[in-house]
Each structure stands twice: as structure tokens, then as C-alpha cells.
């Protein structure tokens, strides 16, 4: 999905929510544990129960790795039941010297070797920029390089100053600006650092940015909107918690999508209050 | 494998020399595409022809997870081929927020789970404490994070000074050397950066130094052992390309031996000139 199509359709679902699929086969309702695999039904039922509400999907790795080669499989058959009018991301965090980073680009980008189709990968900029072109390479796809993330860790090295004052993640942004572009490449802001999009935005005004930490982390969407959306929107807000595991009965996917719901009416308030919709 | 272990092993192999596996489908021998799992195949011929000379084993994730579950197959099947008495290190840089980098601890730690028990896994420090930590909690388990890396891309944040002039590789390790000790953590430092493992001797006098980039990528393993051993010889030198790949007909694997076997013998000058063996 190139940008012009997740513009439009943000202004068609009056939304810029991402749905993240975290599943932990531990915290899903039990009655699902009756089905041949238990993580796929469950994120089965929450993506069309949310479909409508929301811009995007960010199954994390992590989660399905944790199963070997079945939770593989469970992440394949989510990845087949993404609707199309859904940015697809996989929340991967990879990061390699060149041809291995290659190799993760085709797991995720190249459905003909792995499987798997995703629109857009998260990349870890540690190794820099042989370790984040593999993945810019591939036509159509797009790059959500780590920035500034909402963890406490984030701290411990983002925001360290260089001798004329600029902060890592600053530079981060800065030096990914000349290996992609606006067009297929986002970073990672996390809702937990309000006060730093303005920064943010200072680098890059025109690139989506991908926000996790709304909700159960604590994040304030009304302060991401107010100093970090753009002209286009610019914003992917992120929710996993607060929506997957709102309930854990029979009524596990209504209740998501009440949770969905809530935050797509805040967003397409934020969204009328500035003219985009 | 615990330091203890992992030093008697050094000693009686004569050898500090970890194999990479990074075993790609279009570059192994045509003859073993007649096996059901050539991958596996390949590998399983590499480590028994190599076992005796090398002390670890080091799969790189991105080559298993390119062919999707059944590339995960053959991680699983590689790793139960690993020779108890080498460490076996997941080569995945991971990194996320506290309770995903438990799922990938999991992933790569625990075989309850997927299957894959490796002693040491490969992390990216980006994300901070909260992102490394789970990993250090599995008794036993190593954690090999990364500090400064071979590529040409790890210069473009790794050495970025900060006001007080301490480069980022180096507040990396500083930090990174208050959660966990030397009998669980370990640095990459690529073999590239000779002159610079003074600097990381500093900072870590005692930590093991998982050292790739000897081989095809060119660094000096003279000068690696002149400013990186230390007196339990603290290095873990990689290659890959050299020896997976050194013959391409059905003598590959005795190929691969001999150029182990160069690499050993050298080794074994600098362990025996610096009085450790």
C-alpha cells in the first residue's frame, strides 16, 4: 500500500488506528483453545470485528516466533487474513549487516520465499545504513525505522547528546532521511515522549510516523495529534492491550471492537478539528 | 554452557573459532538439493567436519526465517545437530520492549516452548535496559549484545561521540556492563575495528568478544588476539563465508575442514604464545 492510498484511507474511515496483534496463546479466552490453532482464531475474530475502525495491522513477531515453527504458521495464515485496505506491518525489529538483512527483507517483503507479503517491516538503526537499505530496495514497501520508543530503556541511549547537542534518535532521523524517503519510509515515535514530536517533526514533517504506546503504556493521544500530525495526517497511532485483551470471555472481539471504536471517534475528532476530514 | 565450561573447551580445542551457519539455499552444493531438507543436509555435513576444531556455532536467523516455517524446521533440526560441548548462539538481534523481548528470549532459550534451547543469543541494544534484561534472566543463558559491528553501516551511529567524548559503542558497553556480568554477557566487536578493542578492553577487561568479520569481510585475527585477548583468551572468533562456502562440489565439507583447520592451527600460535594453552 503506497502513501497515497493510506491517506485516502484515513480520510475514508475517519481513522489512523493500528491494531496490534500480540498474541499471547496464554492471555486469549479459553473457548478458543478448542480450535486446531488458537492464536490464528483469536486474531481471526479480532480482525473482522475491527477491520472497519482501523488503517492498520502490526502482528509482533516476538509473539509467534516464541512457537517455533507452528506459531510461524499462525502468523502466515494472519498475515493471508489482513484485509487489503490494510497497511500490513510486521513488527520484526530486525537489523543485519547487508545480506543478511536481505534475507529478512524477502521473509517479510517476499511472499514467493517466505510465505509472507507484509507492506512494511520495523528496523532496528543500530547497524546503520547497509543494515536498513536491503529492506528500502523492495518496490512498494515501506521501512518503519526504530527512533524514539516508548519503553523506559528508550531512554538509556535515544537520547544521548552528541558534542553540538543532538540527540541520537535526532541523528537517527536525520542520516535514514538520506537512505529513504517520505514515501517508503516511517520511524517509530513512541506516545510516551508527548513533548518530543515537535523534535520529531523539526526532521521529518512529511514521513509517517508509527506510535505505539497508547493505552495500556500510558501515552496521550491528543498530545501525539497536537504536536506530531501533519497536513496528511502523518500518524499511525498504535493499540495492542487496551484492545485485544479488553475481555476475556465469549464476547472478546465485541468488546475490542468497543475499545477500536472509542479510539477511532477521538481520532476522527483530532482528525475534523484540523481540517484533514 | 557456562565461562567455566566454555574456557576448559578453548583449552582443550586449542580453538577460539566459532562457524557461522548462515547457510542460503542458492549457494550450497546442487547435489544436496536431492535431500528432503538440503538446508539441514548441508549443515549437518559442515558440523561434523568441523566439530572438533571450533567451540561455538552460530546460526544466523534471517537465513532459516527467509523460507517461513519451514526454514524454522531446519533452525530447529540445526540446532539439535549442535555438538553439546560447543556453545550454540542464535545470531537474531533481537530487541523490543520488556515483555516482547521475553517472547523472543523464549524463542531462542527455552525448548518447552519452540523447541530451540540455544545457550547465547545475539541483541541489539537500542531499545535499553528494559529491551536486554529478559534475556539476562534465564539462568545459564548468554546474552551477546551488540557494541560495534563489522559492517561498513556501523559507523554511522555506533562511534558518535558524546559531549564528554565517549563514543556510543562505548556508553553501549558501559551501561550494558550494570545489568548483567561476564559470566552472561558477551559484545560483538567486528574484527574490522582492530585498533578499537583497546577501547573495548577498557571497558570490558573480563567479557567474552564475539568477534565476526575474519574471512571474507577482511579483518586480522593477529590483530584482533594482540588487542582483544585477554588471559581466558575472552574471544570468540567467527567466520563463515571462508568455510561454509569454501568449495561449492560434494568435497565441501571436507573443504570447509581444511580452511577451520588454517584458522585453528593460527589460533592455536596465539593461544600458545601468549601462554594460555
Excluded at 514497501?141 to 519503553?151: E, G, Y
Excluded at 510516551?192 to 512529511?206: I, L, N, S
Aim: net charge negative.
Amino acid at each position: 500500500m503506497n502513501r497515497t492510498e493510506l491517506i485516502r484511507q484515513i480520510k475514508a474511515k475517519r481513522s489512523f488506528l493500528c491494531v496490534g496483534l500480540d498474541t499471547d496463546i496464554t492471555k486469549i479466552p479459553a473457548h478458543l483453545h478448542a480450535y486446531e490453532d488458537p492464536v490464528f482464531e483469536f486474531n481471526r475474530q479480532i480482525i473482522e470485528a475491527t477491520a472497519d475502525l482501523c488503517v492498520a495491522y502490526k502482528p509482533n513477531v516476538a509473539f509467534y516466533e516464541g512457537a517455533g515453527a507452528a506459531g510461524w504458521k499462525s502468523l502466515q495464515k494472519t498475515w493471508e487474513a489482513l484485509p487489503k485496505d490494510c497497511l500490513s506491518i510486521a513488527d520484526a525489529k530486525r537489523g543485519d549487516i547487508g545480506n543478511t538483512s536481505k534475507m529478512y527483507a524477502r521473509a517479510f517483503f517476499d511472499q514467493r520465499h517466505s510465505g509472507l507479503g507484509f507492506d512494511a517491516v520495523t528496523v532496528a538503526p543500530y547497524m546503520g545504513s547497509d543494515s536498513v537499505r536491503p529492506f528500502l530496495e523492495f518496490d512498494g514497501k515501506w521501512v518503519i525505522l526504530l527512533a524514539l520508543t516508548s519503553n523506559a530503556g528508550g531512554l538509556d541511549f535515544q537520547t544521548i547528546k552528541d558534542g553540538e547537542g543532538t540527540m541520537l534518535f535526532e541523528r537517527v532521523i536525520q542520516t535514514a532521511n538520506t537512505w529513504g524517503n517520505a514515501d517508503n519510509l516511517m520511524y517509530v515515535v513512541g506516545a510516551t515522549r508527548g513533548e518530543a514530536f515537535a523534535t520529531v517533526r523539526k526532521h521529518a514533517p512529511h514521513h509517517f510516523l508509527l506510535v505505539p504506546g497508547v493505552g495500556a503504556q500510558g501515552g496521550s493521544l491528543s498530545e501525539v495529534c497536537e504536536y506530531g500530525m501533519n497536513a496528511d495526517c502523518g500518524l499511525l497511532v498504535n493499540a495492542t492491550r487496551s484492545i485485544i485483551y479488553a475481555a476475556d470471555g465469549r464476547d472478546f472481539a465485541e468488546r475490542a471492537r468497543q475499545e477500536a471504536l472509542a479510539l477511532q471517534r477521538e481520532m476522527e475528532r483530532e482528525l475534523l478539528m484540523r481540517g484533514i476530514i
